[in-house]
């Protein structure tokens, strides 16, 4: 007996949808036996999480707080993903990005007027993050180094960069022994909607309508699925693959920064501790599972903030380590990966034929759809 | 060539019976095998040759059906089974490690293999098979050095080493000079001399003529007939093939020259391994024609259309189109004067897979102002473009918005022809375009070549098939060791001369035909 | 130059490479049979917290090793079951392993203290120096090369057999052509799937014991990002040794000679900031990585094995 995997004829909509859903199923039940195992009934967690992350008008302001950052990664992950370019480091440019619009907060509101700061943190945090993202892109355009990890040891550098600035020489001479800079002045703050969640989110809304429309009804959009999908047919039709990996990578990495401008002019409006949390890391599991779509990651990011914030809830009401979100963010992932196998191929079960001589063998094969 | 023939035959596949998605690749198929013979199994390509060997040799499981071997009954399950009976098989693509040594090669897999493989021994037998069977070749040395001809030895001697007694051989000689291909039908007749029997799988009429003793014909599946090879013909056995009278010549109207569009001086270029692929090729293409580059695969066609469509920099000479010099640019810019390239990978080259058929078609065509303005597409205006390809080369598709993947290979390539003849303004580079096509779908591709030379188009058609060359080319440019040894008029071309040349002979050396 | 500083930095190499060349060897053999396995550093993670936890508890720290060996392969698996089986993307694969392998050794690193409580901080048994007599009596490098733990001394041990392994032996051979070309091992008879997920726990076994290291002999004890992107270099490692085991040795050797430099010039009381100090291996590791790739012809010839990172699928298609 054998399972046979046979290639779809054509992949239905339906099927599409029904991996994301199951996988997201299955995950819950991983969690749950993760839950029980704490000595936690999973459908009280459950139900607190759900709870503390869309209970009221307060709970879904700080579900906000953690998914707009996520959106903005999660669309910078996405273009680049869609590229084949494996951006490991939304971590380290959403760092960078934070730490011009710090500088530009604190000491560039003397030199500018004061409507100006707030715009030229925003583009300035943008500009680092496209740099930072930049870097490795043309290390990979032309000379053919690998991504993944050049983009990741620049998340470590910028890290411990960013760390450094607020320990020591941007560190608030008044701060009480806790390290951070000083509060940013007034005109430099991100205003806010509700509670602390932020105008950001129409910065993640307008970029995901921008990037829908430039993937499919620009040339250059074009250009970029053709590269992402068949390297090879692209240059046959004169496609200048490093300039477009180049430019795609200054977009994601722009999005990027943009979510750390957002992060320390709207949340924390100071640079502390807390920037660099792992929403660049996130933001991976975000893009494959919205199936690098951008509406798709607008709606998965603000499900898994969901997640995150719910789950920080129950860890502080029940006493559950400050991991099991992380943990359950991993064990969403593993089904997705390999329910989309399922998406593609169909699986049947095929015994062998019976060997009686004479009449022609039949084969006996069961169809199971899934 | 007698072969002793048995009563009972060494090898019966009887009702073997295989689908796949969509196809039914063999349908009920009967074949027999007798000792000490060399058997054709003679079909066009999708006829289901090479499933029924992939069945025989472990590699596919049949739906149904039965093999029997030297009279009992055996289920094949993988290709270790396949050897244990003494079945091997030489694939069209060589199963070898390039970075690998021709003994550790085949020594890969080998049943009883020590733990640590005592070489000195196996590169000993090695070198009897060698020398008993005319497949010497160095055992140290890496794969990626040997000649195609080699590499295909070394897969001979791999089957040879583990005992095979039934060996299939998988369009053999694809890949061989004239010269080579003699020495193959030397290997196999001391082979089978011993009482071992081969299958060797073709869509050459001349070589079933040559090889063989007795010939199976495949078509849709089916087994149409077997003849014993001196009681046949090359007409019978391309009616049986084929199903109906083939039409061996298309109407050809000579044409008006036009100015000269491609122009090739004293081209030199490396192959992906360094090594001197082109040594000097001049060529010139006139408007209103077609020139065919001859050659055995690996001659260095495939660096001259990268070289013309900027896909390969060239370290030496000259590449005019029209008169511009395109040397070393880039694919945009070769595009930008007016090449089209059909390419040989078609599926990995030529489309996205993953993509519609609009968008597929769209490929060339996207950035004229009628597909978009600035920065923007019209997807409305890509979807009537593509209708109007669809229509005018007759595209078998469910409609624009379908997955080109899910076209077959014979519309696959009209896709990629339609596409390319709608941006041609010059130069049509076509490598290989009716590889691995049905019939049909080759006349058709044929006459489209044909139609854009009619129009006043430059084309340059490199083909491993000799036939279409003869067939559609003005001129045949032949191709040895990347210099181009002679350029025949194709009207009253001598095929044994063009044979001499692919093998190294110039045109102007007198050299006595075999 | 100081000899005895030259002894000391020599030493702090080794013991600061030992976990780096463990995964960078563990990671050799995956990527040799085919499989790109990013989640090095998750499966390094769980390794160190096993560990820890394991000798904390019982005192033993063979049994700990053993763990840690079990937990690496464990992981490792998860990520082949994916990768061969489902045919998922590997790099997502992997990152995700990563991610998950992360966060749970932080999980466990909360839970698995004394009553259910934290491991951070918690002093337990480690392995200690055990000097090879005679050789470490050696001038200059004796009690540098034979003066170190016994996880150190393996490694001195498990280079020249994987190297041995690779390319000496049987299964060695089979390992090869099923990363370079799993058609042909396919049709020779070889069970390319098994050889993926057996070397695909190795390569997680290995992760695990130079994360053990790091617990039980290095840093000693555990704390969150024990690792330090160490996983991550020792992938990095991988392209720069061109998946051969003798010549990982030089990368492991180079970036554990950087640590030491940073701890000798910490210790000296430098004026370097400590953050520009900390940031020079994931420099160095660019660096090094734009140099190899840029060395493009040698690439060519012993390039990365054929098939790496593509799903393998005897393809049934008419």
């Known amino acids: 007996m054998r399972i046979v995997f046979e290639k779809r004829k054509h992949v239905s909509r339906a099927v599409r949808v029904m991996v994301p859903v199951l996988s997201l199923v299955f995950a819950l039940v991983f969690g749950a036996v993760l839950l029980l195992m704490s000595g936690v009934d999973p459908f009280v967690a459950y139900a607190a999480m759900m709870d503390g992350a869309f209970g009221d008008i307060h709970s879904v302001s700080e579900t906000m707080v953690k998914a707009i950052p996520l959106m903005l990664t999660g669309l910078g992950v996405a273009i680049a993903f869609r590229m084949v370019f494996w951006n490991i480091g939304a971590e380290g440019q959403l760092a960078m990005g934070g730490l011009v619009a710090t500088g530009v907060s604190l000491y560039a509101s003397d030199l500018l007027p004061s409507w100006s700061v707030l715009p030229a943190a925003i583009v300035l945090g943008m500009v680092a993050g496209a740099v930072w993202a930049?870097?490795?892109?043309?290390?990979?355009?032309?000379?053919?180094?690998?991504?993944?990890?050049?983009?990741?040891?620049?998340?470590?550098?910028?890290?411990?960069?960013?760390?450094?600035?607020?320990?020591?020489?941007?560190?608030?001479?008044?701060?009480?022994?806790?390290?951070?800079?000083?509060?940013f002045p007034e005109m430099a703050w991100l205003p806010r909607i509700y509670g602390r969640a932020h105008a950001g989110?129409?910065?993640?809304?307008?970029?995901?309508?921008?990037?829908?429309?430039?993937?499919?009804?620009?040339?250059?959009?074009?250009?970029?699925?053709?590269?992402?999908?068949?390297?090879?047919?692209?240059?046959?039709?004169?496609?200048?693959?490093?300039?477009?990996?180049?430019?795609?990578?200054?977009?994601?990495?722009?999005?990027?920064?943009?979510?750390?401008?957002?992060?320390?002019?709207?949340?924390?409006?100071?640079?502390?501790?807390?920037?660099?949390?792992?929403?660049?890391?996130?933001?991976?599991?975000?893009?494959?599972?919205?199936?690098?779509?951008?509406?798709?990651?607008?709606?998965?990011?603000?499900?898994?903030a969901g997640l995150l914030v719910g789950g920080d809830q129950i860890q502080m009401a029940m006493g559950l380590p400050a991991a099991m979100g992380l943990v359950l963010q991993g064990a969403l992932l593993f089904p997705m990966l390999g329910g989309s196998l399922f998406a593609e191929y169909r699986l049947r079960i095929v015994r062998p034929e019976p060997q009686t001589a004479g009449s022609p063998p039949q084969p006996i094969a069961k169809e199971s759809e899934s | 060539m007698t072969g002793e023939r048995l009563a009972v035959p060494v090898l019966r596949m009887a009702g073997i019976t295989k689908h796949f998605p969509g196809v039914l690749?063999?349908?009920?198929?009967?074949?027999?095998?007798?000792?000490?013979?060399?058997?054709?199994?003679?079909?066009?390509?999708?006829?289901?040759?090479?499933?029924?060997?992939n069945v025989l040799c472990g590699l596919y499981r049949p739906d149904e059906g039965t093999?029997?071997?030297?009279?009992?009954?055996?289920?094949?399950?993988?290709?270790?089974?396949?050897?244990?009976?003494?079945?091997?098989?030489?694939?069209?693509?060589?199963?070898?490690?390039?970075?690998?040594?021709?003994?550790?090669?085949?020594?890969?897999?080998?049943?009883?293999?020590?733990?640590?493989?005592?070489?000195?021994?196996?590169?000993?037998?090695?070198?009897?098979?060698?020398?008993?069977?005319?497949?010497?070749?160095?055992?140290?040395?890496?794969?990626?050095?040997?000649?195609?001809?080699?590499?295909?030895?070394?897969?001979?001697?791999?089957?040879?080493?583990?005992?095979?007694?039934?060996?299939?051989?998988?369009?053999?000689?694809?890949?061989?000079?004239?010269?080579?291909?003699?020495?193959?039908?030397?290997?196999?007749?001391?082979?089978?001399?011993?009482?071992?029997?081969?299958?060797?799988?073709?869509?050459?009429?001349?070589?079933?003529?040559?090889?063989?003793?007795?010939?199976?014909?495949?078509?849709?599946?089916?087994?149409?007939?077997?003849?014993s090879t001196s009681e046949t013909s090359p007409e019978e056995l391309a009616r049986l093939m084929v199903g109906r009278e083939v039409l061996f010549q298309l109407e050809r109207t000579t044409c008006e020259l036009g100015p000269t569009v491609l122009e090739i001086e004293g081209l030199k270029a490396l192959n992906n391994k360094g090594l001197p692929a082109l040594r000097g090729v001049s060529l010139t293409v006139r408007a209103g024609e077609i020139v065919g580059i001859a050659g055995v695969a690996g001659n260095g066609q495939r660096e001259l259309a990268e070289c013309i469509t900027g896909l390969r920099d060239a370290v030496g000479g000259d590449v005019r189109v029209k008169g511009t010099c395109i040397t070393n640019c880039s694919p945009l810019r070769a595009i930008r004067?007016?090449?089209?390239?059909?390419?040989?990978?078609?599926?990995?080259?030529?489309?996205?897979?993953?993509?519609?058929?609009?968008?597929?078609?769209?490929?060339?065509?996207?950035?004229?102002?009628?597909?978009?303005?600035?920065?923007?597409?019209?997807?409305?205006?890509?979807?009537?473009?593509?209708?109007?390809?669809?229509?005018?080369?007759?595209?078998?598709?469910?409609?624009?918005?379908?997955?080109?993947?899910?076209?077959?290979?014979?519309?696959?390539?009209k896709a990629i022809l339609a596409r390319e003849l709608m941006a041609c303004e010059g130069l049509l580079v076509a490598v290989?375009?009716?590889?691995?096509?049905?019939?049909?779908?080759?006349?058709?591709?044929?006459?489209?070549?044909?139609?854009?030379?009619?129009?006043?188009?430059?084309?340059?058609?490199?083909?491993?098939?000799?036939d279409e060359l003869l067939e559609i080319s003005d001129r045949i440019a032949v191709m040895f060791e990347g210099e181009i040894v002679g350029v025949v008029p194709a009207e009253d071309a001598d095929r044994d001369r063009i044979g001499l040349m692919m093998a190294g002979q110039r045109l102007d050396e007198e050299g006595a035909a075999p | 130059m100081n000899l005895s500083l030259f002894t000391s930095i020599l030493s702090i190499t080794i013991r600061a490479g030992t976990s780096l060349l463990y995964a960078t060897i563990g990671e050799i053999y995956t990527e040799r049979a085919g499989i790109l396995n990013l989640g090095v550093e998750g499966m390094m993670m769980v390794g160190a917290v096993s560990a820890f936890a394991v000798a904390y508890h019982t005192d033993s720290l063979v049994l700990a090793v053993i763990v840690a060996l079990l937990a690496g392969a464990l992981l490792a698996s998860v990520h082949a079951f994916l990768s061969i089986s489902l045919r998922a993307n590997q790099v997502v694969s992997g990152l995700t392993l990563t991610l998950f392998g992360t966060g749970l050794a932080s999980f466990l690193g909360q839970r698995l203290g004394p009553g259910g409580t934290r491991l951070v901080g918690l002093v337990g048994p480690s392995l200690g120096r055990f000097p090879i007599p005679l050789l470490s009596d050696l001038p200059i490098v004796g009690s540098a090369l034979?003066?170190?733990?016994?996880?150190?001394?393996?490694?001195?041990?498990?280079?020249?057999?994987?190297?041995?392994?690779?390319?000496?032996?049987?299964?060695?051979?089979?390992?090869?052509?099923?990363?370079?070309?799993?058609?042909?091992?396919?049709?020779?008879?070889i069970r390319v799937g098994a050889v993926r997920y057996l070397y695909t726990a190795v390569g997680g076994a290995l992760a695990g014991l130079g994360g053990a290291h790091l617990s039980l002999a290095y840093t000693k004890g555990w704390t969150e990002n024990i690792t330090g992107g160490r996983g991550w270099i020792a992938v990095a490692l991988v392209i720069f040794a061109m998946w051969d085991p003798l010549r990982a040795v030089i990368g492991a050797a180079l970036f554990g000679g950087i640590n030491a430099v940073q701890f000798r010039m910490q210790a000296a009381g430098t004026t370097i900031p400590a953050a520009l100090l900390n940031m020079l291996p994931y420099i160095a590791t660019i660096v090094v990585l734009v140099v190899i790739t840029w060395w493009e012809t040698l690439r060519k010839r012993i390039g990365a094995p054929g098939a790496l990172g593509l799903p393998y699928a005897r393809e049934e298609k008419g």
């Open chain 2, 337 to 413: 004067e007016g090449v089209s390239h059909v390419p040989e990978d078609r599926v990995e080259m030529g489309l996205v897979g993953d993509m519609t058929v609009a968008e597929n078609l769209a490929l060339k065509a996207y950035r004229t102002s009628e597909l978009s303005r600035g920065p923007v597409l019209f997807p409305d205006g890509m979807n009537r473009f593509a209708q109007q390809l669809i229509d005018g080369f007759d595209i078998a598709t469910p409609g624009p918005h379908t997955q080109v993947k899910f076209l077959s290979g014979g519309n696959l390539q």
């Open chain 1, 134 to 183: 930049a870097i490795p892109a043309l290390l990979r355009a032309y000379l053919q180094v690998n991504e993944t990890i050049t983009t990741l040891m620049m998340n470590y550098i910028a890290i411990l960069l960013v760390s450094h600035m607020y320990h020591g020489p941007w560190r608030d001479p008044g701060g009480y022994g806790f390290p951070g800079t000083a509060k």
């Open chain 2, 67 to 227: 093999i029997t071997v030297r009279g009992e009954r055996v289920d094949i399950q993988s290709p270790r089974d396949a050897y244990e009976l003494g079945i091997g098989m030489v694939h069209q693509n060589f199963m070898l490690v390039e970075t690998m040594t021709v003994a550790e090669n085949v020594v890969l897999g080998l049943e009883g293999l020590s733990f640590q493989p005592e070489f000195r021994r196996v590169k000993r037998r090695l070198q009897e098979l060698g020398s008993r069977y005319g497949l010497q070749v160095d055992p140290d040395a890496y794969i990626w050095q040997l000649s195609v001809g080699e590499q295909q030895r070394v897969e001979i001697l791999k089957l040879l080493y583990r005992d095979v007694d039934i060996l299939i051989l998988d369009e053999p000689t694809a890949v061989l000079t004239p010269q080579e291909v003699d020495d193959l039908v030397e290997v196999l007749r001391r082979v089978v001399k011993e009482g071992k029997a081969a299958i060797f799988i073709t869509h050459k009429l001349r070589e079933v003529m040559m090889f063989s003793d007795r010939v199976t014909v495949l078509r849709g599946g089916r087994n149409v007939a077997t003849r």
């Open chain 2, 432 to 466: 290989h375009p009716t590889r691995g096509l049905d019939v049909g779908a080759t006349e058709s591709v044929r006459e489209l070549l044909l139609e854009q030379r009619d129009q006043g188009t430059a084309v340059l058609l490199i083909s491993e098939d000799l």
């Open chain 1, 201 to 304: 989110l129409f910065f993640a809304v307008i970029a995901a309508a921008i990037l829908w429309f430039v993937l499919q009804r620009t040339k250059w959009g074009f250009e970029l699925r053709i590269t992402g999908q068949n390297p090879k047919a692209a240059r046959y039709i004169g496609i200048n693959i490093p300039r477009l990996i180049v430019t795609a990578m200054l977009l994601s990495g722009a999005l990027c920064g943009l979510a750390g401008v957002c992060e320390v002019t709207g949340v924390m409006r100071r640079l502390q501790q807390g920037l660099t949390v792992g929403y660049g890391y996130t933001a991976i599991i975000v893009a494959w599972m919205s199936q690098l779509n951008p509406w798709g990651v607008l709606l998965v990011a603000f499900l898994l």
């Open chain 2, 25 to 53: 690749a063999n349908d009920h198929v009967d074949l027999e095998l007798y000792e000490g013979e060399v058997l054709a199994l003679l079909g066009e390509n999708g006829a289901g040759k090479s499933t029924l060997m």
């Open chain 3, 146 to 189: 034979f003066n170190q733990d016994l996880l150190s001394y393996g490694v001195y041990a498990i280079v020249p057999l994987a190297w041995w392994y690779l390319y000496k032996t049987r299964p060695g051979l089979y390992m090869r052509s099923v990363g370079e070309n799993p058609q042909t091992a396919d049709a020779m008879g």
